[in-house]
């Protein structure tokens, strides 16, 4: 018998066996912090809410023939009738820059639905506690995906370069989500990993408890770290364990300690 696997089980064994971090960081600010520590939960994004204009930027491969053009409309839309039939015909065959723009038009539609979370590799990134974390002032959050595969499940590492990546909406649909991974080498110190899930953007999932382990004061909190102690405990995170990001006394980087 030909064992099978559910997304969840296959992050635990990418996990096991080291192809996945079993934790991952999410630098915040106070406030989001605070809200996240109430409702327990995360949201995952559409791109164009990201900071950088060529989130999903990529190019359209248009090597397809017209069997698998047709083959790909009658997936998308059912039965192809006859005026619908001779429309498409006339796109291959008469006008390739309308075609270009329907399907590129077909990708957007979709991208915007599908939910986007980052998250960063290391809890001591120093532009990563600027930017995303009010210039230390913030917290960083350590999150073990074991104790929520669910969530996490569809997991992949940002890949870092000079050039779009091409894909072939028409004989492969599953190549969309692959400009959601590829960013400008301009980004490469984020070291960044993305869940996504398919038409969930803008929304909210919940996340187990037990799968946050760390809450990490950034090195000029500015917070009441008795009031993020008194929300974990009142809100049940009892597998925190609370840490402090310091200055290093001989070089330019952050040690994480406990307290």
């Not at 429309?87 to 390739?96: E, G, M, P």
């Not at 370069?161 to 490469?188: A, C, G, R, T």
């Not at 009441?224 to 980087?253: G, H, M, P, Q, W």
Request: glycine share 2%.
């Amino acid at each position: 018998m030909v064992q099978t696997y559910s997304s969840s089980d296959l992050l635990l064994l990418g996990i096991e066996q080291s192809q996945f971090p079993r934790h991952l960081y999410k630098y915040r600010t106070i406030e989001s912090t605070k809200r996240f520590l109430d409702n327990s939960q995360i949201m995952f994004s559409s791109y164009d809410k990201f900071n950088d204009p060529f989130e999903f930027a990529c190019i359209l491969d248009m090597n397809f023939s017209d069997d698998e053009f047709f083959s790909w409309l009658k997936k998308s839309t059912g039965l192809i009738p006859p005026p619908v039939h001779q429309i498409a015909d006339n796109l291959l065959h008469s006008n390739k820059e309308q075609l270009h723009k329907t399907i590129r038009e077909v990708i957007e539609e979709e991208k915007k639905n599908t939910g986007v979370y980052c998250l960063a590799s290391q809890p001591n990134n120093l532009l990563m506690w600027s930017h995303y974390a009010q210039d230390h002032t913030g917290i960083c959050l350590e999150f073990d995906l074991t104790k929520c595969p669910a969530v996490f499940y569809f997991l992949k590492k940002v890949i870092y370069n000079d050039d779009y990546p091409k894909i072939n909406y028409i004989k492969k649909q599953d190549d969309i989500i692959n400009p959601l991974f590829h960013k400008s080498k301009v980004w490469e110190y984020e070291e960044e990993w993305r869940v996504i899930k398919p038409r969930s953007s803008n929304q909210l999932f919940d996340i187990e408890k037990e799968a946050l382990t760390g809450i990490i004061f950034g090195c000029n909190f500015s917070g009441d770290e008795k009031e993020i102690r008194r929300l974990c405990s009142d809100n049940n995170f009892n597998a925190v364990r609370f840490k402090r990001a310091v200055k290093n006394d001989t070089s330019f980087r952050l040690d994480i300690i406990d307290i």
